[in-house]
Structures are given as structure tokens and as C-alpha cells.
């Protein structure tokens, strides 16, 4: 008994500590942003005066890129400040983790992102989201334990956000005091405050929840900020006018196969759709709007807190303004593309027309729903750009094939790009990497058969104006579990 409370508080302390390390990425975004542009000013230093005197505008976009930067900044900050933990992030984590690491392959406690779910002991009996819509009471987010798609509703209520704090004049206060630069309505940031507290764009300071403290908070690597940058794109491919073109090819199809092999969807008794991957959630949200029960399956906190952030807390379209593609000098036609704005979110999540039961479930796809609860319990599946996610893509298969009812659809789209498959001094990493044909013979073996499939050339999170585009020429079916022998079709 003692050995296993010390396990679980073990566990717990893991928890925590790869947590503050996701939210100290958020945090460390400014600081790795304006390093960079420090980077920038100490190369045009170096240049010639005549080659200064011809690129005369490079300190004035060096102003504009911080100014930029403290927009989205401000946007990350907030979006921390209504985050609810789901465990105690000021606990003592000092605790020895030789044993620990010698006896467990729960790898990713140490990967900088975790398993959302509860685990026994631990304080997380409350759900971590919550939301009700103000169209009867539809929520969002709920308990990631996934009981059963009926799963009671819950009636956390979400609380309303500023409705000026997106369009305010300054960004996050991570990095400073604005001083009028006179220059186009960009300013200049510096002399940096602490993190604790943020002003809006009226001058009024707002503090931030003790557990953003900065005692609380580490130094991270930069391949961490790399996932914050990753995530403004994301949100960009989710959740702005600028990423229909790519909802289109991607979500488009899925959603047109999803009406054509459910046409009459029922209010009363809607068919149950899982998506892992939901990544930022729109698909997901866009299922539930065709009448679908929608459960959304994410493992990354990265997206799990963004997530939360849009479909919980904005309340119009267009609430806020980021600025996505400024991490990137190369491949860009001009200054004004590369410091351009972009809107999100592009609709109100809650008056979407969402069906009741939508649902976001957090933690490993595989931990998670290789439980008996979860036997014959989709009418369908769908998977966008998430096979290739997996450590071993045949117990993704399997699982799919489990948890799906006789008769139930696997729609797909994606590539085949291992995640794994480049991971280099990480032990034995498992990375099982198949061929698109050995990918579908092994869907064939766990009873599944290919009603349809084509080829779809897609983008993921890419700037539509850059002169580099990368395109993958996704796969695309839709297959069907056979009903098991000696079952009715």
C-alpha cells in the first residue's frame, strides 16, 4: 500500500512537471521571439553603411515584428489565464525519479506533453473543461474520462471574457511597456514587467492565477517554443477565414462522406462519432453541427489548452488577432505578407448548432479507449492527419476495429509521415512505419473493408502566401467493419 501511494504521488509530481514545462513554452514565447529579432538586428549591424543605407527599412520592420510579437503574446496570456488546471501545479515535485524511470514505459510523463486523464488519487475528480452553450446548454468541454457517449451533462458554466480584450491597442505585457514609435500604428516593446499580470488595451493591469507565478515556471528548450509557434498556425488552420482552403480539402470530404453514409440522422437518437487527433477541435465541431453525438480525442496539452481557450471562452467572431507567420523571414513575396494579421475565431463555437453530447476526451488514443467500455460503442470513426502519430500503427488499427459497432465506418485522410520514424538518442523509441498498401492489408486483417478511396493533395498549417508550398497527397477511404460471423448484416 505505501508503495503504491508513493507511486501515485510519484506520477502525480511527473504530471505536474511536464505541465509547467508546456506552460513555461507559452511563457518563454516572447523571449525566444525577441531573440530572434535580436539575432536580426546584430546582422544588419554587421553590413556595409552602403548596404545599411540600401535596406534602410529593416529597423522599422524589426519594431513592427515586436509589436506583432506582443500580440500574440497578449493572446497566449490570456488564453493561460483561463486555463484550469486539473491538478495542484503548486505542489512540491522534488521527488527522486531513478526508480520511477527504471520500472515504467509511460514514456511521454517525459515528453513535454501528458495524458490528460485521471489517474487514481489524484486530484482531478472534477472535469478539467467544461462549457454550456447559450442555445440549451450544449457543452464543449467535459470530463476527459469517456464513460460512455451518453454521458451526462455537465452544468459548469463558463465565465465571459472582455469583450474589448481582443481588440486592445497592446498585447501581452510579457515583454513590456509600449512606447509610440510613429511608425504606422506600430510600437515599439520594452523595459519588461513580470508575467504576473497583463494590461488590457483600456490600461487596466489584470493578475494572473498563482500557478503562472514565476517560481513555478522553467526555463525550456527551444524546440518547446517551436510547439507554441506550431500551435498559432494551427489555429490558423482551425480557426481563420485564412485556413478555409484548407478545411476545405481536408475536412470538406470527410464531413460530405459522413451525410452521405448517415443520411437520416436522428435528434433523438443521433449516431456517436469519435475523432482522435481533433487536434484544435473544428472538425470535431463541425461533425457535431451535421447531428452527430462528437467526441474529440486529444493527446497534447499544447492543443488541449488552446482548444479550451476558443471554444470555451470566445464569445464573437474575430475576437482576437494574431499574427502567425512572423517566426519566418524566408519564402515570404513581401513585408505586409509576413506581418499580416489574421482574425480568429472565424465563427462563435457556441452558436455553431452544435449536437447535444459534444464532447472533447483527453489522453493517449490508445490508453484511452483500449478500455472494455469503449467495445462497440462508435458508429463511426474518423482520423485526419493521425495515423502517423502512432508508435505502432497496427494497435491504432486494431483499436479502431474494437471500438467500433458491427456495421460501423473508419473514414481517413492523411499521410503516412511517421512521427517516430526520425527520432534519433531516444532509446528504443518503437516506430513501426508501413507502406500505404501494408497499411490497408493490415485494416483488412481486423475485419475492416474499403468501400472508397482516392488520393487528396492537401496542405497542413501552411502560409498560402508563402512561395514555398508543401503538399501531401493524402489517402483517402472510407471502410466498413464486417459484421462478425454468424451476425445479421
Known amino acids: 500500500m505505501e508503495e503504491e501511494l508513493r507511486r501515485r ?90 526508480r520511477y524511470m527504471e520500472n515504467d514505459t509511460d514514456k511521454h510523463l517525459f515528453s513535454g506533453e501528458t495524458s490528460l486523464l485521471p489517474r487514481s488519487g489524484s486530484k482531478t475528480d472534477k472535469p478539467h473543461f467544461a462549457f454550456s452553450s447559450e442555445e440549451g446548454g450544449n457543452e464543449i468541454y ?113 464531413l460530405k462522406e459522413l451525410e452521405r453514409l448517415f443520411p437520416s440522422r436522428s435528434r433523438e437518437s443521433p449516431p456517436a462519432c469519435l475523432v482522435p487527433g481533433a487536434g484544435l477541435g473544428r472538425l470535431a465541431l463541425e461533425i457535431s453541427s451535421l447531428g452527430f453525438i462528437s ?55 457556441a452558436s455553431a448548432g452544435i449536437t447535444e453530447g459534444f464532447s472533447m476526451c483527453g489522453g493517449d488514443f490508445v490508453e484511452v479507449y483500449s478500455d472494455t467500455s469503449q467495445v462497440g460503442v462508435w458508429d463511426a470513426v474518423v482520423t485526419c492527419f493521425f495515423l502517423d502519430t502512432a508508435h505502432n500503427i497496427v494497435e491504432y488499427i486494431e483499436i479502431i476495429s474494437i471500438i467500433l459497432k458491427s456495421g460501423g465506418v473508419w473514414i481517413n485522410l492523411g499521410p503516412l509521415l511517421y512521427h517516430f520514424a526520425d527520432t534519433y538518442n531516444q532509446g528504443e523509441e518503437m516506430s513501426i512505419e508501413l507502406s500505404l498498401e501494408d497499411v490497408k492489408r493490415v485494416a483488412l486483417h481486423y475485419g475492416f473493408k474499403i468501400e472508397k478511396e482516392s488520393i487528396i493533395e492537401t496542405t497542413y498549417t501552411t502560409n498560402p502566401r508563402s512561395m514555398m508550398q508543401n503538399r501531401y497527397y493524402a489517402a483517402f477511404w472510407t471502410m466498413r467493419k464486417k459484421p462478425a460471423t454468424g451476425e445479421r448484416k
Not at 540600401?54 to 522599422?60: E, M, N, T, Y
Not at 474589448?164 to 509610440?180: F, I, L, P, Q
Not at 527551444?222 to 510547439?227: I, N, P, S
Not at 496539452?301 to 523571414?329: A, G
Open 9 to 98: 504521488k510519484l506520477e502525480e509530481a511527473l504530471e505536474v512537471k511536464s505541465l509547467r514545462r508546456i506552460i513555461s513554452a507559452y511563457l518563454n514565447y516572447p523571449e525566444a521571439a525577441e531573440e530572434d529579432i535580436r539575432r536580426y538586428e546584430r546582422c544588419f549591424r554587421r553590413l556595409p553603411p552602403a548596404h545599411k543605407a540600401l535596406l534602410s527599412s529593416q529597423p522599422h520592420k524589426f519594431q513592427k515584428l515586436r509589436w506583432c510579437i506582443s500580440q500574440n503574446s497578449y493572446f497566449i496570456f490570456e488564453m493561460l489565464k483561463a486555463f484550469e488546471p486539473p491538478l495542484d501545479m503548486s505542489q512540491d515535485i522534488d521527488i527522486s525519479e531513478d
Open 142 to 254: 467535459r470530463s476527459t474520462k469517456p464513460e460512455t457517449v451518453s454521458e451526462v451533462s455537465l452544468e459548469k458554466k463558463i465565465e465571459s471574457l472582455n469583450g474589448d480584450a481582443g481588440r486592445c491597442s497592446m498585447g501581452s505585457e510579457y515583454k513590456g511597456k509600449a512606447e509610440n514609435a510613429g511608425v504606422n500604428g506600430f510600437q515599439s516593446v520594452k523595459n519588461h514587467p513580470p508575467v504576473s499580470c497583463v494590461h488590457d488595451g483600456g490600461g487596466h493591469v489584470s493578475s494572473s492565477p498563482d500557478w503562472l507565478e514565476p517560481s513555478l515556471q522553467y526555463h525550456v528548450p527551444l524546440v518547446d517554443v517551436d510547439k507554441v509557434r506550431c500551435i498559432i498556425r494551427n489555429i490558423v488552420r482551425d480557426w481563420a477565414s485564412e485556413g478555409q482552403k484548407e478545411r476545405e480539402e481536408c475536412y470538406k470530404p470527410i
Open 295 to 349: 467526441q474529440g480525442n486529444e493527446f497534447s496539452y499544447y492543443m488541449m489548452i488552446c482548444s479550451s481557450f476558443i471554444l470555451n471562452n470566445c464569445q464573437v467572431p474575430d475576437e482576437w488577432t494574431i499574427y502567425p507567420w512572423i517566426h519566418s523571414n524566408c519564402n515570404s513575396l513581401s513585408d505586409d505578407d509576413q506581418l499580416r494579421p489574421v482574425s480568429v475565431p472565424d465563427i462563435h463555437p
